[in-house]
């Protein structure tokens, strides 16, 4: 059922119907959607997910999460599918069928807009309540794809008309109000920081010690904010005289460039290309370190990932990422442009793995009181009672 504008003894128990919107990739929005679109349904709410294919992390899944793909109609005067206005059908004809009390758009273009079209759609219809709006920012919606000026007006004003807004890290939503807050009282300002969560229970350390050739793992999408080649030549440099080995899982635009910068650097079948892979725990916990290159980072899901493995983190210390990895305690951060501290930092970790094992024990200590799954989803529960009985309706 609909839950009413206001519900003064709304508690965790109260079952929801909440439609959850994302891309359906192995990137962190995709995966945090995913995540906790089977948590929330874990928990006992009616759970929908939206959008143009099953991400992975649902699709390997046997949880109760009702999946919409709308692909959307392909058309030779389209210049490609216009899936985004097929989600929005696909949600107005869940809403009108069985009603949805929150629509959750992770990643604010397109889902905040998708979200916001069906919202305002569903306000026509006079014997149901229309669905409060809450949007999740994952880093590259605000820093690259949302602030450039052929999107950043639109992306203004659908925080704007978000009934919440929240963002997975405090740098996130401080570089939010830097560049989308008109003035002080402009709900665009107004910003949760509900940060990412890891199941501990998946993602574990290793039953046994990792006794193999010392081992650098790098989970990502490959795109050219990864640097995914710049990680190549770090580890070139700091594995020189070592036999260790660099274990590259995701696929992406970077792929090719990356083999190359492998062959130039005759690095061989010291690198291994895994393809995608679903950030399996198996190929997480029995590294020595995890490998976090991004020029830009608004959280750091794939590293807490690997954290909760118990395992060490060399990182770039670049956006939200000091939120997730304390320096000198769970793993080492360094400027974002300065390799050669880069790859001091593997190399110190690889030669003395006695020191990166007590780190990676710190990681996994980190990830459970900070970031286990549970806690996490009780305070987006909280978050969606919150708004569904301190935000004005539409209408009466």
Same mark, same amino acid.
């Given at each position: ?7 003064p003894g709304a508690s965790a128990s109260t079952m929801l119907k909440v439609g959850i919107l994302c891309h359906p990739t192995y990137g962190g929005s995709g995966v945090l959607a ?7 349904? /874990? ?79 569903? #306000? ?12 999740? #920012? ?9 602030? /450039? ?13 978000? /009934? ?22 402009? =709900? ?13 229970? #998946?993602? *574990? ?43 590259? $899982? ?16 005759? #690095?061989?079948? *010291? $690198?291994?290309?895994?393809g995608e892979r679903d950030a399996l725990p198996e190929l997480l916990a029995p590294a020595d370190v995890f490998a976090l290159s991004s020029s830009d980072e608004s959280f750091g ?45 593997? =190399? ?29 989803? =009780? ?12 935000t004005p309706w539409p209408f009466p």
């Open positions: 059922m609909n839950l009413p504008p206001t519900q995913s995540e906790l679109a089977l948590s929330l349904a /874990d928990r006992g709410h009616q759970v929908h997910l939206f959008s143009y294919d099953a991400p992975p992390r649902l699709a390997r899944s046997s949880g109760p999460v009702q999946m919409h793909v709308a692909q959307g109609l392909p058309y030779p005067l389209f210049a490609s599918t216009p899936h985004d206005l097929a989600l929005v059908s696909a949600i107005l004809d869940q809403h009108r069928a069985e009603g949805l009390d929150i629509l959750h758009a992770h990643y604010a273009l397109p889902h905040a807009v998708t979200g916001y079209l069906a919202r305002q759609a569903a #306000l026509a219809d006079r014997h149901r309540r229309a669905p409060k709006l809450v949007t999740t #920012l994952h880093g590259t919606d605000i820093t690259l794809v949302g602030s /450039d000026p052929s999107y950043a007006p639109l992306t203004q004003f659908v925080l704007e008309q978000s /009934d919440c807004v929240t963002a997975v890290s405090e740098n996130l939503a401080r570089r939010t109000r830097e560049q989308f807050c008109r003035d002080f009282g402009s =709900r665009t300002c107004r910003i949760d920081v509900v940060r990412n969560f890891v199941d501990v229970d #998946l993602f *574990r350390p290793a039953s046994a010690p990792h006794d193999g050739p010392p081992t650098v793992v790098h989970v990502s999408n490959f795109r050219a904010i990864k640097r995914v080649p710049w990680l190549v030549r770090a580890f070139a440099r700091a594995t020189e005289g070592l036999d260790a080995r660099l274990v590259l $899982v995701g696929d992406g635009p970077e792929h090719a460039t990356t083999r190359a910068c492998v062959r130039e650097l005759g #690095l061989g079948a *010291r $690198v291994l290309f895994l899901l794939s590293a807490l990932e690997a954290m909760s493995c118990g395992t060490s983190v060399v990182a770039t210390d670049v956006g939200g990422v000091a939120e997730v990895v304390a320096h000198g305690e769970c793993g080492l951060l360094s400027p974002v442009d300065d390799l050669a501290a880069f790859a001091a930092n593997l =190399r110190a970790l690889l030669l003395d793995r006695a020191r990166a094992q007590a780190m990676g024990a710190r990681a996994r200590a980190i990830a459970v009181e900070r970031f286990a799954r549970g806690s996490v989803v =009780r305070e987006y529960e909280s978050l969606y009672l919150r708004t569904l009985s301190t």
